[in-house]
T-cell receptor
Framework: DADVTQTPRNRITKTGKRIMLECSQT?????MYWYRQDPGLGLRLIYY???????NKGEISDGYSVSRQAQAKFSLSLESAIPNQTALYFC?????????????FGPGTRLTVT | QKEVEQNSGPLSVPEGAIASLNCTYS??????FFWYRQYSGKSPELIMS????GDKEDGRFTAQLNKASQYVSLLIRDSQPSDSATYLC?????????FGKGTKLSVKP
């Protein structure tokens, strides 16, 4: 089984809808991250969490919110989706006790907002 | 604004040749450096990490770090068509990674 899983893998939604992307990990890592990737813009950090009670905004948090339900689960919500949130979304994890900066990515969610 | 710069490519090399990928970074305090490989439509995969000046070899891959010049490079020896992908340079800074936009590598049979 994959260490970092994301659901759904693909989603098409309409403008104004609320949508949640979920990330689960079995790696036992404390740190979790949400990124979006757009062609030509690279990976951009949306939110990150260093533990269950520590959640921080990244470079592009506007229009997004997150919830860290447990060490293993980190969800990203789009409260009212808009077309420019169409992108590939990745969750990642890292272990501060061994290699804090080595991040391991989930398979991604391709989100299309029409 | 801390930045990581890479040539976007595409970099095209013949099969069996050495591919050389380069990256520069702006945060002089960074101590952790990584290369990720990303196939089209897939997630980034960590292939190399380097923390000290000099070379680090792992199979056909060699990462090179020069902190004084603020650059990191990745050499891929005996390039194979399966190496065709986008390579992302990432630099650790203040608890997070800053990613370059990636260099697209194409290995021609």
């Amino acid at each position: 089984d994959a260490d970092v899983t994301q659901t759904p893998r693909n989603r098409i939604t309409k403008t104004g809808k609320r949508i949640m992307l979920e990330c689960s990990q079995t790696k036992g890592h404390d740190r979790m991250y949400w990124y979006r990737q757009d062609p030509g813009l690279g990976l951009r950090l949306i939110y990150y969490s260093f533990d269950v009670k520590d959640i921080n905004k990244g470079e592009i948090s506007d229009g997004y919110s997150v919830s860290r339900q447990a060490q293993a689960k980190f969800s990203l919500s789009l409260e009212s989706a808009i077309p420019n949130q169409t992108a590939l979304y990745f969750c990642a994890t890292s272990d501060p006790l061994t290699a804090a900066y080595e991040q391991y990515f989930g398979p991604g969610t391709r989100l299309t907002v029409t | 604004q801390k930045e990581v710069e890479q040539n976007s490519g595409p970099l095209s090399v013949p099969e069996g040749a050495i591919a050389s990928l380069n990256c520069t970074y702006s945060d002089r305090g960074s101590q952790s450096f990584f290369w990720y490989r990303q196939y089209s439509g897939k997630s980034p995969e960590l292939i190399m990490s380097i923390y000290s000046n000099g070379d680090k070899e792992d199979g056909r891959f060699t990462a090179q770090l020069n902190k004084a010049s603020q650059y990191v490079s990745l050499l891929i020896r005996d390039s194979q068509p399966s190496d065709s992908a986008t390579y992302l340079c990432a630099v650790g800074s203040q608890g997070n990674l800053i990613f370059g936009k990636g260099t697209k590598l194409s290995v021609k049979p």
